[in-house]
């Protein structure tokens, strides 16, 4: 009989680190197996493992998953994630997205930890995005002037002032961002000034105005090779509605 294929330990810790975000409360069952090896184990970073955890879902590995976070400046990801741990963000159960980040995001408040992870997310080249929202970009490029004062005239962001770069993210997961910014979904907490802007920006626009306004910003991403697969007249949603996405929420 062939036996089964003896497990190396960078796959033991990566099936086990996905079980471990999933399932958190039972993760002492899951430490024998992780720790036991016929062989000696090498020393593993924390940050490292919890790098592993995050790309669970925000990569491509699954199906139903989180933004891409490729590129995006670790300042950024750091705001989030203190967000997150202080409940400015993911205490809203109608933001599915963010629901779903937040018991994750808690697990972790290791300082240098997460600026390990951080730094790892803004090291990797911006990935090549799918278009998932058509628009007019020539009008969106009209649209986007007045949103330019804060996050550049290419969508790099500018730090000085914490605002993000948006021509890095997946067209999907700006749009879905920005009409929880206009219904309030995103944004919500008193102590969330920068959301709170956003919201009273984001309501100045129609759903094709931002639809304009995310083609643009997709035809500024620095990857390039994109292409479009949904046109705009799919987009479409009932009154008062989100287009809830089910992924992490970063």
Not at 40 to 46: M, R, T, Y
Not at 111 to 116: G, Q
Not at 193 to 200: E, R
Not at 201 to 208: C, D, H, P, S
Request: hydrophobic share 35%.
């Amino acid at each position: 009989m062939v036996g089964h294929p003896r497990w190396t330990v960078t796959q033991k810790i990566n099936q086990w680190t996905r079980y471990l975000v999933l399932y958190p409360r039972l993760g002492f069952l899951f430490v024998p197996f992780l720790t036991y090896s016929a062989e000696p184990l090498p020393v593993v970073l924390s940050g490292e493992v919890v790098f592993a955890a995050c790309m669970v879902c925000h990569s491509t590995q699954e199906m139903q998953r989180g933004p891409i976070l490729d590129g995006m400046p670790a300042w950024y990801l750091l705001a989030q994630m203190k967000k997150f741990n202080t409940g400015i963000r993911g205490t809203m159960e109608d933001n599915k997205g963010e629901s779903l980040m937040a018991p994750v995001a808690q697990q972790y408040h290791d300082p240098s930890d997460l600026r390990e992870v951080a730094a790892k997310f803004e090291k990797r080249p911006v990935a090549r995005h799918l278009r998932t929202v058509r628009g007019n970009p020539q009008r969106g490029k009209l649209l986007y002037a007045t949103c330019a004062s804060c996050h550049g005239v290419e969508g790099r962001g500018k730090k000085s002032i914490q605002s993000p770069p948006l021509a890095f993210l997946e067209d999907w997961y700006l749009m879905d961002q920005l009409r929880k910014f206009q219904l309030g979904r995103r944004g919500y907490d008193p102590r969330d000034t920068t959301g709170k802007l956003m919201q009273n920006i984001a309501k100045i626009y129609t759903i094709n105005d931002l639809r304009d306004i995310v083609a643009y910003l997709a035809s500024l991403n620095p990857s390039q090779e994109r292409q479009a697969i949904i046109p705009s007249d799919n987009f479409s949603e009932p009154k008062g509605a989100v287009a809830e996405q089910t992924g992490s929420g970063l």
